[in-house]
């Protein structure tokens, strides 16, 4: 599925702010999944971390793997507009 527009903000707003802090433990993304050409890949282990899942109607749990697609032309300028937008690397100062 490919999100642009307001889907893609609404979904990256929602993955950072109720999604991955609703991850158990969870100590922020790896800062290691970029490509060098400005896109970032992550994976969640579970669907169930977005609250529009119902668990009771989950009969399997799948993994999700991500990619964020940007305009920057490094691997430094899209992990700056990442963090801008909040999300939340494991080794951020």
Known sequence: V????????EFLDRLVNVALPRVRDFKG???KGFDGRGNYNMSIKEQIIFPEI???KIN????INMTFVTNSKSNEEALSLLAAFGMPYRNQK
């Open 29 to 31: 993304v790896n800062d």
């Open 2 to 9: 490919t999100l642009r527009g307001d889907y893609m903000y």
């Open 60 to 63: 399997t749990l799948y993994g």
């Open 54 to 56: 119902k668990v009771d």
